[in-house]
């Protein structure tokens, strides 16, 4: 019987199915960050459990750090006292732990997959929205409550309905300075906020399988921002590449035995999914949003549409984000001044992202009154960063690199935008206070933010390019 690349991983790591058709799921990977996990443990002390397959749960502190100063004690005693428990859980549990400055510190989402620790035909899940970032190798990884973070550490399984499957096909060839975050803001515009509610969902088609590893991350990371359980892209070559002598991938004739597997994992020709979407790659601007959630974008050149041409479902939405951005229904954006650029978070902090937001301000200068955090999602990416010469070209257009951790992304460390500044992000959410109290989101891709920098307002990448 033909089967979807997330039947075939699904039905191998299901071991018993309810009445009710709920699955109990086996789990190959749980990531554990400061955030979502202390009640978790508390959970297993008050009931006298030890995690069940502690070699297969990776704890690291991300949310909570600070991005400047991470050799001093963290100054907030909350977060610090975040950062602490985590420390403290998995010493005291015999959990692998990748602290602050640590080598193999970063955001989780990051970490996973540089490290090898996420692999194709895994179930991953974390206390994290964010981690269907994982499915861009093969794996089908998404999100999960505290309740279920305990589970997961008691049993290594955890209790799920089936999703329904959806494929996205994305056909053609991408425009000149289109990235990755560019199709993902331009899918949620098209399929809106909930349009994938209930769905997990295949990303494929001839612009899909010309991406990068890193742009596939990009892309499966924001597959919730549709309301998606989880993104995932089918294993090829360039996954195989990219895995290959990464820490901990397999290797010598594990690796073959592993590869051997991971070329089965595919969508059968005839495989049937729940729903079929169709985009086309030459349809897809540069991207930018105007609004208080993802779906709220647009192409940078656009204006932002009137009343009458958003649904009527969401116009009560609309009018209020429109409120608190401060835009007018019926104008462009481009041109519009800005306040701050944050390059990073587990979207779009990766070295690919830093080699092509220093390429397009190379030879230029950061707009004056422009702050620019520039985050890189790991250690081993800051590590790239000054291996490649990327740090210096920065410096000399006027930025300073900072030390990896989630950031500007959401308010839970210092990193946090003032009341009623804008700014240009290349994060994931854009709701209100997400990035502070009264701030004021714009979402976009690394070159969006490169030329918003330096031109110290919204500014198309196409108009700036060597």
């Not at 999703?163 to 809106?192: E, F, Q, S």
């Amino acid at each position: 019987m033909s089967k979807t690349l997330f039947e075939k991983i699904w039905e191998k790591h299901v071991v018993d199915t309810l009445p009710d058709g709920t699955t109990q799921l086996y789990i190959d990977r749980l990531f554990c960050h400061e955030v979502t996990s202390p009640q978790a443990f508390a959970g297993l002390r008050e009931r006298g459990l030890k995690p069940f397959r502690p070699e297969r749960v990776t704890c690291i502190p991300d949310h909570n750090v600070p991005t400047l100063g991470q050799d001093r004690p963290i100054a907030d005693p909350v977060s610090r006292n975040q950062v602490d428990t985590l420390e403290r859980n998995a010493r005291d549990f015999g959990l692998a732990y990748y602290g602050l400055r640590h080598p193999k510190n970063g955001i989780i989402h990051v970490v996973g997959p540089e490290t090898g620790l996420t692999q194709p035909g895994m179930t991953i899940v974390c206390g994290d929205s964010h981690t269907s970032t994982h499915g861009a190798l093969g794996a089908i990884a998404f999100g999960i409550g505290t309740s279920e973070v305990e589970m997961t550490l008691a049993t290594q399984c955890i209790m799920q309905r089936k999703p329904k499957t959806m494929r996205i096909t994305v056909d053609g060839t991408l425009n000149p300075l289109v990235t990755a975050k560019d199709i993902a803001l331009y899918i949620i515009r098209r399929m809106t906020t909930g349009g994938a509610t209930g769905y997990f969902v295949e990303y494929a088609g001839e612009a899909i399988r010309r991406t990068t590893m890193e742009e596939r991350l990009t892309i499966c990371n924001l597959s919730i921002e549709m309301g998606a359980r989880g993104g995932m892209i089918a294993p090829d070559a360039a996954t195989f590449d990219y895995l290959k002598d990464r820490e901990f991938a397999p290797r010598g004739t594990a690796w073959e035995q592993a590869l051997a597997g991971w070329q089965t994992l595919y969508s059968d020709a005839d495989a049937r999914f729940d729903r079929e979407v169709l985009f086309h790659a030459e349809d897809i601007e540069p991207m930018i949003t105007y609004g208080t959630n993802p779906g709220m974008g647009m192409g940078v050149r656009e204006t932002i549409p009137l009343p009458e041409e958003v649904d009527e479902a969401g116009r009560v939405s609309y009018v209020k984000s429109l409120g608190y951005m401060g835009f007018t229904a019926g104008e462009p954006v481009r041109g519009k001044k800005i306040d701050y650029v944050f390059l990073g978070s587990c979207t779009n902090g990766r070295i690919e992202d830093f080699r092509a937001f220093a390429q397009l301000v190379k030879g230029k200068r950061k707009a004056p009154h422009v702050t620019a955090w520039l985050v890189p999602g790991s250690w081993l990416v800051e590590k790239q960063i000054r291996a490649e010469g990327i740090d210096t070209l920065l410096r000399d257009a006027g930025f300073e690199l900072r030390q990896p951790g989630c950031s500007a992304c959401l308010a839970m460390n210092d990193d946090k935008i003032p009341q009623g500044k804008y700014a240009v992000s290349t994060s994931n959410r854009n709701f209100e206070g997400r990035q502070g109290p009264g701030a004021r989101t714009i979402l976009a891709g690394p070159l969006v933010a490169a030329a918003a920098a330096v031109t110290g307002e919204i500014t198309d990448p196409r108009d700036i390019a060597p």
